[in-house]
Nanobody, 127 residues
Framework: QVQLIESGGGLVQPGGSLRLSCTTS????????MAWFRQAPGKEREFVAA????????YAANSVRGRFTGSRDNAKNTVYLQMNGLKPEDTAVYFC????????????????????WGQGTQVTVSS
């Protein structure tokens, strides 16, 4: 059983930065496809970014590409989402997700790709 613990959310002003962390237990994170989703009030959960297992680039949604970057620290079983240039529309609960498969790129945005989910961390962008 894989467990995901998220941290790093908070309140930040527009244009600011935050780094979210997601630490895995029960399985080495490098063997997992990891992703971030978010859900704003009154909206459906949406894909933000993903990292395929064993390394590679960040696959990011158009709305965050160039501002958000994913990374891994395999020694700590932790993945990160570095968020720069934050906007009020980035306000949401951010969820970490993990999948044991090796999905094709087009499947990275699909929630069904991921078997395990964190509890979510609130990110609020406001002046």
């Amino acid at each position: 059983q894989v467990q995901l613990i998220e941290s790093g959310g908070g309140l930040v002003q527009p244009g600011g930065s935050l780094r979210l962390s997601c630490t895995t237990s029960g399985r080495t994170s490098s063997t997992l496809t990891m992703a971030w989703f978010r859900q704003a009030p009154g909206k459906e959960r949406e894909f933000v970014a993903a990292l395929r297992r064993y390394g590679g680039p960040t696959y990011a949604a158009n709305s965050v590409r160039g501002r958000f970057t994913g990374s891994r620290d395999n020694a700590k079983n932790t993945v990160y989402l570095q968020m720069n240039g934050l906007k009020p529309e980035d306000t949401a609960v951010y969820f970490c997700a993990a999948g044991t498969g090796n999905p094709i790129v087009s499947s990275l945005t699909n929630e069904a790709t991921y078997e395990y989910w964190g509890q979510g961390t609130q990110v609020t962008v406001s002046s």
